[in-house]
C-alpha cells in the first residue's frame, strides 16, 4: 500500500519566492497533519485537518504560511514569502480519525526546505 | 515545564543488551502514547503504541506506560546496530487530537 506522499522531496529557493509543498495522504485516512522539524525546536505540529476542514493552525508561524486541502487526496503548504528561518525539514502525516484521537500517524518522507 | 520531556542523551548501549528510553508527560488526562524511530535524514516511523497501564509486548520492543507518574518508556531487548536512531515519544493530550511529541533521545548501539 502506497504511504503518505510528499513532493517535492528537497527544494532549494531564494529568499522571498514562493514554496509550496505537497502531500497526499494514505487512502481512507480522514486526519492529515504539517510538521516542521528543526535541530533547535524539534517537531512542531503547524496545522491540522479532519475532513478536509482545518482543525488546528495554532501552529502556523506566521501570516506568510497557509495550508489548503481542496479534497481528501491532496494538501498543501504554502510560504509566501519565503525567508532563511523556514529552513527545515516539513513532514506531512495522516491518520484514521474513529471518534477519538487515538490512531496512530503516519509520515511521509518529507520536504527539505533550504532558503537562500 | 516542556509538555513531553525525553533525555536527548546520547544513550550509548552495547550490542545484545537492553536499552531504555524514558518519557514524561505533564497532561495527566493524556490518553494515548505513542514511540517512533528516526534515522538520520528519514521520517520519524511509528514503533509501538500503548493506551493502558502496563507493558506491551511486540517483539524486541516493549512499552511500559504508567499514568500515575505520567511516566512511559520504551525497552528494546537484543540491541542491535541497526536500532542506532533517534527515539521520539508522542503523547495525545486529554480532549485534543493532536501529537506532542518530545525531543527525541537518540540511541547509539555499540558492536
Known amino acids: 500500500d502506497a504511504g503518505v506522499i510528499q513532493s517535492p522531496r528537497h527544494e532549494v529557493t531564494e529568499m522571498g519566492q514562493e514554496v509550496t509543498l505537497r502531500c497526499k495522504p494514505i487512502s481512507g485516512h480522514n486526519s492529515l497533519f504539517w510538521y516542521r522539524q528543526t535541530m533547535m525546536r524539534g517537531l512542531e505540529l503547524l496545522i491540522y485537518?479532519?475532513?478536509?476542514?482545518?482543525?488546528?493552525d495554532s501552529g502556523m508561524p506566521e501570516d506568510r504560511f497557509s495550508a489548503k486541502m481542496p479534497n481528501a487526496s491532496f494538501s498543501t503548504l504554502k510560504i509566501q514569502p519565503s525567508e532563511p528561518r523556514d529552513s527545515a525539514v516539513y513532514f506531512c502525516?495522516?491518520?484514521?480519525?474513529?471518534?477519538?484521537?487515538?490512531?496512530?500517524?503516519?509520515f511521509g518522507d518529507g520536504t527539505r526546505l533550504s532558503i537562500l | 515545564q516542556k509538555e513531553v520531556e525525553q533525555n536527548s542523551g546520547p544513550l550509548s548501549v552495547p550490542e545484545g543488551a537492553i536499552a531504555s528510553l524514558n518519557c514524561t508527560y505533564s497532561d495527566r488526562g493524556s490518553q494515548s502514547f505513542f514511540w517512533y524511530r528516526q534515522y538520520s535524514g528519514k521520517s520519524p516511523e511509528l514503533i509501538m503504541f500503548?493506551?493502558?497501564?502496563g507493558d506491551k509486548e511486540d517483539g524486541r520492543f516493549t512499552a511500559q506506560l504508567n499514568k500515575a507518574s505520567q511516566y512511559v518508556s520504551l525497552l528494546i531487548r537484543d540491541s542491535q546496530p541497526s536500532d542506532s536512531a533517534t527515539y521520539l515519544c508522542?503523547?495525545?493530550?486529554?480532549?485534543?487530537?493532536?501529537?506532542?511529541f518530545g525531543q527525541g533521545t537518540r540511541l547509539t548501539i555499540n558492536p
Open positions: 502525516a495522516s491518520r484514521v480519525r474513529l471518534g477519538g484521537g487515538n490512531q496512530p500517524q503516519h
Open positions: 500503548i493506551y493502558s497501564n
Open positions: 508522542a503523547v495525545n493530550p486529554q480532549g485534543a487530537q493532536k501529537l506532542v
Open positions: 485537518f479532519n475532513n478536509n476542514v482545518p482543525i488546528d
